[in-house]
Structures are given as structure tokens and as C-alpha cells.
């Protein structure tokens, strides 16, 4: 039995010596795509017999699903874990405290994961105290499991928590390299990240992970803005193929905008096809809404609220300012095609526009006027009545080009139309 042990500890000493040292850098924003970039370089590490891995931290914080993700990934790994930290603020500290060992660079500090909500047009604040809660007791068990001082790892979480010379009452605790160690938070000071992988006993060979495309896609796509401007663009471009005749470049670039919206939260791993059946039950509501049911009803918002549910399954706590970046985008974005493409058909069957001519009122077609549809009316397209080609509006479903027409009602410059039989 001692020459088995001994045989093992041998095998794991050459191990150490002998294998490399994977470095995984935790830097920026720590997102949903990040979380994928690490559980898949773990896996690696694992697999190709790495003596250890070093995260080497540079971030002010993210998103607090994604930071619970990493962390449970690295209490899971066999491997030696070392977080080098040059600053690990908010998730941040969550993902260095789950290491084994902490190195502190100069200059570094380690703390302040008050968790925030962060509203469109307003100033973050504090989460309410369920959320502090729930994440100051995930600070809690992470700091037990790799015995490092509790209550110092649930002031960095808690306000409330005072900590007498180090954060007074309502501020979250930060810690500076030297204090983080004196107070045995984190493990030594290194001048270098070779020094910190010699002093934690890591090999000295590093192997340096990068996120591969298919990650650095997908941060590139979740991201706030991004997403919600491909949202609102792929949804404006569809509206405006709604109102021209036949398929075209616009419905084509529509969906391809809405295609990579929803690439970008399937290879981060937050959507999947229950998310994109919900979108697109919720653009076909909308459509039933416009051309079966006049008005806005139960359909539209059924719709509207089928939409919104996909966003949020899919971004989480960022779903807001999500949502918020694409109604702005849309809005600004019909406001130009009112404004600088008057004259457009597209513009001319959103705004209604009418081809009655204030100096030609006695051209004005009257109800029961009977004429044929010159383009599809989506509802909005051309109906000839006679020699007079006017702008009509379908007042219920979808009216094929060259189909039979009746004037059924004329609201100002509206006029309303709809199939008559053969």
C-alpha cells in the first residue's frame, strides 16, 4: 500500500513538473459567451493533462448568472486553480475566490460585487435585498469551500456588513493587494504572472487560451446594442417588405438581421428553439393583428407580449436595456422613412398617404366606387377606379394584385377598401 502511494505521489509530482500551465484570461465583461469560453478551456485542460491552470482577472464585473457559472465550473475541475488578479471587482471577485490559490499583482484589488440593476436612462442601484441575499450566500459557500474568511467575503456582497477600519456601514468592501493578503483573502503578492505561477507551484510553460471566433461572435452579438439594434432593424425591414409588392432585398436583409439576433444567443448558449418559436409566434400575431383584425386587440398584444418573452428568456437581467435599444432604433428608424422617404411606397403605404390631390378634390372616389387592386394591398398598396390610380388600405385580411375592389369607407385622406367576389 506505501509503494502505491508513493508511486502516485510520484506520478503526480512528474505531472506538475512535466505538464504545462493553461492560462485562461477573464477579461472585460464577464457575459453568458465568456461562461462558454471557460467551461470549454477547462474541458481542454482537463483532457490534454495540464499540471494547472491560471485565470489571469482584468474585469469590472458582469453578469451575475454568468459569474455563478464559471465559479461552479472551477470548484469542479481536478486541476490546480490559481486566479492571478490585477483587479476582480463584482462577479469578478466571485471567479477569483473560487481558486484555490489567489495571487495579487501590484496595484491590484479584489471586492465590491454589491449586485446593481441597471435601468434604461437612470442611474444603477442597488438590487433589492432578495438578490443580495441569494449572492451573498453564493459568496459564502465559495469562500468556505476554499477556506478563506466568510465574513469578509459577504461584505463584499452586503452594504450592511461593516467591516471596522476597512468599509464603513452601506458600501461594499474592496480590498487592496496588501490588505487582501494580510487579511488572508488572498493567498501572496507577485511582481509578474511568472512569479505567481512559481510561487503557487505551477509549471512555468504556459499554454495560452483565447476565445475562439465562435465566442468572440457571439460577445460581439449579445451585447446590449448590438442585439438590440440587429432587432430593430431586421424588424423594420420586414415591416417595410409588408408593404411593397413580392419578395425583395428588404424582407431578404430583414431576415438575415433577425438570423443573427438569434445566432448570437444560440452560440452563447442563452437561446434555443423554444426562444426563437416564441419570437416568431409573436411576428406572426402581429401580421394576423394587421390583416385579419382591424384595430390593435388581443392578437397584437398577445403578440407584442410573445416578443418581449423572447428577449428576456434569452438576455436575462439585460433584457431591458435590450428592449429599450431596439424601440429606440425602431422608432428612430421609421421616423426617417416618414421623413426622408415620403414618396417611397413603403413610406406611402405606412403613412397612408393618399393620391387625392388637395387641388383635385373632385377626383376623390366616393363609397361603392368599384375599381381593381394594381399591387398586393398588405393592407396598404394601389387601386385603379377608372383612369384614377389612388393609395387604399385593405380594411380586413390580404387583397391579391388584380383583384376586384369596393370603396367601403373614406376616413380623410384613408380610404378603405375590400375584396368584391366574381
Not at 512559481?198 to 465566442?215: D, F, K, N
Not at 442563452?270 to 382591424?294: D, H, I, N, Q, R
Not at 392578437?299 to 438576455?315: D, K, P, Q, R, W
Amino acid at each position: 500500500m506505501e509503494a502505491v502511494k508513493r508511486l502516485l505521489a510520484l506520478a503526480l509530482f512528474l505531472s506538475l513538473a512535466l505538464g504545462k500551465t493553461y492560462l485562461i484570461p477573464i477579461q472585460g465583461e464577464i457575459d453568458p459567451a465568456l461562461a462558454v469560453f471557460v467551461e470549454q478551456a477547462l474541458a481542454r485542460a482537463e483532457a490534454e493533462g495540464a499540471s494547472g491552470v491560471a485565470f489571469l482577472i482584468d474585469t469590472p464585473g458582469g453578469r451575475v448568472d454568468a459569474a455563478i457559472r464559471i465559479s461552479d465550473r472551477i470548484l469542479q475541475t481536478p486541476l490546480p486553480t490559481l486566479a492571478v488578479v490585477q483587479n476582480a471587482f463584482s462577479a469578478g471577485a466571485l471567479v477569483a475566490l473560487s481558486c484555490q490559490q489567489i495571487a495579487m499583482l501590484p496595484g491590484s484589488e479584489i471586492g465590491a460585487a454589491l449586485p446593481v440593476v441597471a435601468l434604461p436612462f437612470q442611474e444603477p442601484e442597488a438590487a433589492d435585498q432578495k438578490v443580495i441575499s441569494a449572492l451573498k450566500g453564493k459568496f459564502r459557500a465559495v469562500a468556505e469551500a476554499r477556506g478563506r474568511p466568510v465574513n469578509l467575503a459577504e461584505a463584499m456582497v452586503d452594504p450592511a456588513l461593516e467591516v471596522p477600519g476597512l468599509s464603513a456601514k452601506g458600501e461594499p468592501l474592496t480590498l487592496s493587494a496588501d490588505k487582501a493578503v494580510e487579511l488572508k483573502v488572498a493567498d501572496f503578492k507577485a511582481a509578474s504572472l511568472q512569479e505567481a505561477l512559481r510561487q503557487a507551484g505551477l509549471s512555468g510553460e504556459v499554454e495560452r487560451l483565447t476565445p475562439g471566433p465562435r465566442v468572440q461572435v457571439a460577445r460581439f452579438l449579445t451585447s446590449s446594442a448590438v442585439a438590440g439594434l440587429l432587432l430593430a432593424l431586421g424588424l423594420l425591414l420586414l415591416l417595410l417588405e409588408l408593404f411593397t409588392p413580392g419578395f425583395g432585398v428588404m424582407g431578404a436583409l430583414g431576415l438575415a438581421l433577425l438570423g443573427l439576433y438569434f445566432a448570437g444567443g444560440w452560440l452563447a448558449g442563452l437561446s434555443g428553439a423554444f426562444e426563437l418559436v416564441l419570437f416568431f409566434l409573436g411576428v406572426a400575431l402581429l401580421l394576423a393583428e394587421a390583416f385579419l383584425f382591424p384595430g390593435f386587440g388581443l392578437a397584437g398584444a398577445l403578440g407584442v407580449g410573445a416578443i418581449l418573452a423572447s428577449v428576456y428568456f434569452t438576455f436575462g437581467e439585460n433584457a431591458l436595456w435590450v428592449i429599450a435599444i431596439a424601440v429606440i432604433a425602431l422608432g428612430l428608424g421609421l421616423l426617417l422613412v416618414f421623413r426622408y422617404l415620403p414618396r417611397t411606397r413603403p413610406a406611402q403605404a405606412l403613412v397612408l398617404e393618399s393620391a387625392i390631390s388637395e387641388h383635385a378634390a373632385e377626383e376623390a372616389v366616393e363609397v361603392g366606387s368599384l375599381g381593381v387592386a394594381l399591387t398586393d394591398l398588405r393592407p396598404g398598396g394601389v387601386g385603379r377606379f377608372g383612369a384614377k390610380r389612388v393609395d387604399v388600405v385593405a380594411n380586413r385580411g390580404f387583397i391579391p394584385k388584380g383583384t376586384p375592389i369596393r370603396v367601403v369607407e373614406v376616413r380623410g385622406p384613408t380610404v378603405l377598401v375590400e375584396a368584391v367576389e366574381e
